[in-house]
């Protein structure tokens, strides 16, 4: 029976997701910052308000005065009608990097997006399409972050032609771009490939075409940041 649970109820995900996203491109035309039917949480906070909340979140957990707010079971049960994340966060998937520990952040309250390197790609764009068209997130904060093996190994696969397997090839190939940009930066490498392919990365999902136009009307965010894995301090890059 479980494998038929399961098909049954990724049927069921498909199909509210596909009536969610189907409703995205009328609400980017209106430029309306509606949530789907269900959110039930109140109106979404404008995109200076969202990062002011990410950064303070961030400062608790460096000074490990955590608010755990929004981590109770009447909070899951809360959110369990409808979702309205304050902002969407494209996080490398390095198990050190996690956003809702990083910026002290409840259930519901995130909408987060990881990959190694934290790159773009079609799945990752329309996962951000989604949040913001559909669910209304004001702010996309894309979020590199010290000793990023990732970027490592792009740098290796520049300075010194290594090779990698499979589609780890194709991720690492990703940041090249970043390696090329960076080079000429005093400093230290790893670092400043780390910031550019953050601000290179917000800079293609700032552009991408379904979220241009409410970012030049100022209803959308799109800002790059950097987090020390020592100090667990997120600094803002754009
Ligand atoms: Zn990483």
Redesign the pocket.
């Known amino acids: 029976m479980q494998p038929l649970a399961r098909a049954s109820s990724r049927r069921t995900f498909l199909q509210a997701a596909g009536a969610a996203v189907a409703l995205a491109p009328a609400l980017l035309a209106s430029g309306a910052f509606v949530a789907s039917t269900h959110a039930q949480e109140p109106a979404p906070v404008g995109p200076d308000e969202a990062l002011r909340r990410l950064l303070e979140g961030n400062q608790r957990f460096v000074d490990g005065q955590f608010q755990h707010d929004n981590r109770s079971e009447a909070r899951r049960r809360e959110v369990a009608a409808g979702q309205r994340p304050f902002a969407t966060v494209l996080a490398?998937?390095?198990s050190r990097?996690a956003p809702e520990l990083v910026f002290d952040a409840g259930l519901g309250e995130l909408f987060v997006v990881r990959v190694?390197?934290?790159i773009t790609g079609p799945g990752i764009i329309g996962s951000i399409e989604y949040a913001v068209g559909v669910l209304g997130t004001p702010l996309v904060l894309v979020l590199?972050?010290s000793?990023?093996?990732?970027?490592e190994a792009a740098i290796q696969a520049v300075n010194n032609g290594a090779q990698f397997s499979g589609d780890i090839a194709t991720l690492v190939a990703s940041i090249g771009p970043a390696v090329a940009l960076a080079r000429s930066e005093p400093g230290d490498q790893l670092e400043n490939v780390?910031r550019a392919n953050a601000r290179l990365v917000a800079g293609q999902v700032a552009t991408e075409a379904d979220l241009v136009r409410l970012v030049s009307q100022g209803t959308l965010r799109v800002v790059a940041g950097y987090y020390d894995l020592q100090s667990g301090r997120v600094t803002m890059l754009s």
């Open positions: 490398c998937a390095d990097v190694a390197g934290n590199g972050h000793a990023c093996g990732a970027v780390t």
